[in-house]
Nanobody, 120 residues
Framework: QVQLVESGGGLVQPGGSLRLSCAAS????????MAWYRQDPEKKRELVAR???????DYVDSAKGRFTISMDGTKNTAYLQMNDLKPEDAAVYYC??????????????WGRGTQVTVSS
């Protein structure tokens, strides 16, 4: 089995920064891609940022220039550096990973989420 564990959420003032981490563990052969999604109670879950093992990255327009996603393949860990946070960034942030296990199966996994609150 594979598990994703997120950390780094919390309360921050507008304009502040947070760094989210997502560590994948278990019977992992390779991590093909990792991504961060977010959801607040009034909106659908949306893709915030995504990165692949080849180093490609994608961002939702509202995150461009403020957020940076990265992945450390040696640690099977993804990071989301969030700067200049705005109240509309507040949400539960979920880690998502496309992982090939040691049996060769490619599976999409989700973490349990970490709360980000942006308020003065």
């Amino acid at each position: 089995q594979v598990q994703l564990v997120e950390s780094g959420g919390g309360l921050v003032q507008p304009g502040g920064s947070l760094r989210l981490s997502c560590a994948a563990s278990g019977r992992i052969f390779s991590v093909d891609a990792m991504a961060w999604y977010r959801q607040d109670p009034e909106k659908k879950r949306e893709l915030v940022a995504r990165t692949t093992s080849r180093g490609t990255t994608d961002y939702v327009d509202s995150a461009k220039g403020r957020f940076t996603i990265s992945m450390d393949g040696t640690k099977n860990t993804a990071y989301l550096q969030m700067n200049d946070l705005k109240p509309e960034d507040a949400a539960v942030y979920y880690c998502n990973a496309l992982i090939r296990d040691i049996s060769g199966y490619l599976t999409n996994y989700w973490g349990r989420g970490t709360q980000v609150t942006v308020s003065s």
